[in-house]
């Protein structure tokens, strides 16, 4: 088994498809018990199946994480399950291309809500409930993504959540050091979920010119993402915390005045 995985209970939420659910089944796989939550119930539960498939324990609570007392629910599942979780990744989130001036609020605030009120409701109540852990010791990851700190035409809603995501990290690595706990985040450049795939990048050419961009020349697969957060979340990470790990296949440096000068 990987370094500090088995036997942890881990939260995700944002469980019931791709990036969510991957990091379910490969956490499950590696000894973890996995709760999963989300707004839709049939997604979980298939995701629970496949954890169990991959050899793991998962648990599935339908959740709105905008929500306080449904995520103070989500936790007490879990506890009542599986016992206090020690680890919790924030993996909910919305987004949507849209110029700022067309944006609308009930736009704004939809992803707003999710992304950086349900990243703090959840990491909250996980933390007010951490001391009464079996390990003496945890892990938060948040999701983010590169445009929180360069901007992105078109997602300004998704930017500024992320943004703030970035900078709630920071700043609770260092309030919740001293309860054992560990805050991290990663983010993730162009990755092949079915979610990414159909709102971001739905055609051969818009794939064919974002890929020409990325210094590696290739979208992210499911499989970096989970080995990457793997990492984060073991003990082999252990005295890493209030950091965010890029995969983007260097898609953030490509960004030079003459990048288009013949080397």
């Keep these: 088994m990987t370094s500090g995985i088995d036997g942890r209970v881990i939260a995700i939420t944002g469980g019931g498809s791709g990036m969510g659910r991957a990091l379910a089944i490969d956490l499950g796989s590696q000894g973890a018990r996995v709760a999963v939550c989300g707004r839709r119930p049939e997604p979980l539960e298939e995701t629970v199946g496949l954890v169990r498939e991959a050899g793991g324990e998962a648990l599935a609570v339908p959740t709105d994480v905008r929500d306080p007392a449904q995520v103070d629910a989500f936790f007490d599942a879990i506890?009542?399950?599986f016992g206090p979780a020690d680890t919790l990744v924030n993996n909910a989130a919305g987004n949507?291309?849209?110029p700022a001036i067309d944006l609308s609020p009930n736009g704004w605030l939809a992803v707003i809500n999710i992304v950086l009120n349900g990243t703090f409701f959840c990491?909250?109540?996980f933390a007010k409930r951490f001391p009464d852990a079996e390990r003496p010791t945890g892990s938060i990851l948040s999701i983010v993504a590169t445009y929180a700190w360069t901007g992105n035409p078109g997602t300004a809603h998704s930017a500024?959540?992320?943004a703030g995501v970035w900078n709630l990290t920071k700043t609770l690595a260092v309030e919740w050091a001293p309860l054992g706990l560990r805050v991290n985040a990663m983010a993730p450049g162009v990755t092949n979920t079915e979610g990414a795939s159909s709102?971001?990048?739905?055609?051969d050419e818009v794939r064919q010119?974002?890929?020409a961009e990325i210094p590696l020349r290739r979208f992210a697969e499911l499989d970096?993402?989970?080995r990457a957060a793997r990492f984060l979340l073991s003990d082999d990470a252990s005295y890493v915390t209030g950091e965010c790990l890029t995969l983007d296949g260097g898609l953030v440096l490509e960004k030079g005045m003459f990048r288009f000068t013949e080397a």
Excluded: Q, Y
Aim: hydrophobic fraction near 40%.
């Design 209 to 211: 010119r974002m890929t």
């Design 224 to 226: 970096d993402i989970t």
């Design 160 to 162: 500024a959540a992320k």
């Design 199 to 203: 709102n971001l990048f739905p055609s």
């Design 96 to 98: 949507f291309i849209c």
């Design 79 to 81: 506890g009542e399950r």
């Design 123 to 125: 990491s909250r109540a």
